[in-house]
């Protein structure tokens, strides 16, 4: 078994920014000696995302609007917003922690063949939510060398 | 280690629907010859989404009310509601890639003594959101064909 | 490969509450045999859910208030609030089964060198939902004893 984690860094461009990765994955995977298994691709950070879209610029546009709509900049309620003494500042993000978590960190997808398994429409994302800052995000690649994997072919159901 | 990915059709009943399929995963593992590992479930669209929830017809109702309140099917604000030249169509269906974003495209879980682990109401649900259509989901499954897994039991915490 | 998993019980203290779980997940990593691989932590239940988010105390406090304004305690439109023959009670927790939805069941996290791979700030939660109740979660732990691991290094992107 062969177990590699790689660790990616991305500047982002702005304080919310869809950030297509999926072409770096893929690489990555191409590149692996791991012929039959599993890659997952992971944030380091809690005011960042990673998910999977179709990847059209409105589409994105629509999913920062949706992450805005869900949980506005700025809320009266939001307690995290005061003096934070481990970071020196003011805490005013709450509305990115909490897009975070709607988002979640990661995504896994099958390597078969050497390849990502993806559907055709599936673009993978780092979501930055709290940018733009000098970001890492890990490409997990575990599995062997040798085809190990059985297509099984696809299977009418329900 | 043994990985397989099978490819499941699943034609969808209505635009949106919770298709349990918790059976199909739970047959594919008792097929397959893994022992001991993992299973992901995992659908190959931007549309759909992969959830885990209570197999109760009324959460399930519930959670479709959830996801048209969360993202509504019409917004005047939606950019991605034009003419798109790559599909020959017009692109009117915002609502089910912010739909998809919130519940996630894949689940895993582990496999032990050739079975899944699930917890006793834990079902597996394809979630159509922008059907009716033929669509094909991936069931993954990776270990071992011997048992390697050690049970270590309940440990009491907090 | 080895393949563990733990069932890790946890008494939650109220009907809603974010439980930091970090170091039962790093010590369970370090006292498993697996140098190289990967770790889950998935609950069991469906008005849970696993989430990762930055260890604070208001963040913590903003993303229940999150999640209440998600999905409200009570709304009328429910379906899923009558009496339940499989209880032997009335069903009255859909917001809490949709939260579970929002948040998702599972997160994974590289191992290497023996250790979990976490960004400084990721702390991983057990989020109750529905509580206070007995609880259980999984540590799934997989992997080879020996590294196999090979840190590939930071390398510029984007």
Known sequence: MISQVLRIAVDTPSDTAMIEITETVKQAVLESPVASGVVWVTTTHTTTGITVNEGLPDVEADLIAMLRRFAPTEDPAYLHARWLPS???????????????????????????????????????????????????????LGEASPTSTDLGESAQH
């Open 87 to 141: 970071d020196g500042a003011m805490a005013i993000n709450s509305a990115t922690h909490q897009r975070a978590a709607l988002l979640g960190p990661q995504v896994a997808f099958p390597i078969e063949n050497g390849s990502v398994v993806l559907g055709s429409r599936q673009c993978i994302y780092f979501a930055e939510l709290d940018g733009p800052l000098r970001r890492t995000y890990l490409i997990h690649i």
